[in-house]
């Protein structure tokens, strides 16, 4: 029987459950001749914990600072502006590389297309959504300093729109630039990187949460990104109503998914599906409550809060 667990591609929820030794020994016996240390000896699912707790802390971190501290503008300032992605895609990319896929010892996982194997279907992926994440955010980053560069300008100059009527032009493209094709060229490279750590982790099961301390940093960690996907909703042209179709559309296929490996009201036994199901209950809720408050689908800029 230890010989089927040890070449089987996933191990069952319920023998995890009832036998632990079991499965530990047969995983060692599997994996003396690699040299790999299985994954209940990691502390697998308090790592995965972890990113998911700091994915999405670091982002509304890094976006709170320059409101709290007023950052001035300058070299310094524009520096840090670029460092989000540097730190995001990273973090990201070791919650994809945390799926069994990547460290168990079911190989490299079964061929996708093309006879590409899942391994690297999905390291592909997460390379494209990282690039496009990467290409939105320096565009919309880089024309919104030559926006506050232009306003600056005209403020100390209310004439000179009217001598140079490209300059007033010039700053209406910027902020469309950033703020419409920018923002959305970001989120698109966000949900690729997202939608491919939903693939990876897609059949995996995990033990049954039985620690409150990481059963409340697992909830913590969807909370979280629930709070990111409706800030970034929010605050961009049409977001509320885009925010609301997505999280609506992407809840409905993860339950169902989740139901389907019969783990949808399990403690953590589809660990990151849950979570992202999570967060995008947590989203749902916060931007109805907005749209509630602004009395429709407007954006921050268009409601005239948090500018």
């Not at 990876?200 to 620690?211: E, K, L, V």
């Amino acid at each position: 029987m230890a010989s089927n667990k040890v070449h089987a591609n996933y191990i069952s929820a319920e023998t995890r459950d009832i036998d632990r030794k079991e499965v530990q020994d047969s995983v060692f016996i599997g994996m003396a001749s690699s040299g790999r240390m299985p994954l209940i000896e990691k502390c697998y699912e308090s790592r995965i914990i972890l990113l998911l707790i700091i994915a999405p802390s670091w982002i509304l971190l890094y976006s709170a600072i320059p409101v709290i501290f007023k950052f001035p503008q300058g070299i310094g300032a524009d520096i840090y502006r670029y460092i989000e992605p540097i730190v995001t895609i990273p973090i990201n990319y070791f919650i994809l590389i945390s799926a069994e896929v990547f460290t168990g010892f079911n190989s490299e996982g079964a061929t996708i297309v093309f006879n590409i194997l899942e391994r690297s279907f999905l390291n592909v992926w997460f390379l494209f959504g990282a690039v496009i994440y990467s290409q939105g955010s320096g565009m919309r980053l880089t024309a919104t300093m030559v926006n506050q560069n232009l306003d600056n300008m005209i403020d100390a100059n209310f004439n000179i729109t009217t001598e140079y009527p490209a300059i007033e032009d010039n700053n209406h493209y910027q902020e469309e630039l950033g703020n419409i094709f920018g923002n959305y060229l970001q989120i698109a490279g966000a949900i690729l990187i997202t939608w491919s750590q939903i693939f990876a982790y897609r059949r995996q099961h995990h033990y049954t949460i039985h620690s409150p301390f990481l059963v409340i940093g697992w909830l913590v960690g969807g909370l979280l990104n629930g709070l990111l996907l409706a800030a970034t909703a929010i605050e961009i042209r049409q977001g509320p109503l885009v925010g609301l179709i997505y999280v609506i559309v992407m809840g409905i296929l993860l339950a169902i998914c989740l139901r389907y490996n019969k783990v949808l009201f399990s403690r953590g036994k589809g660990l990151v599906l849950q979570s992202y199901l999570i967060s995008y209950i947590v989203g749902l809720i916060l931007i109805i409550i907005w749209i509630i408050v602004v009395r429709g689908f407007k954006d921050t800029k268009n409601a005239g809060l948090f500018t």
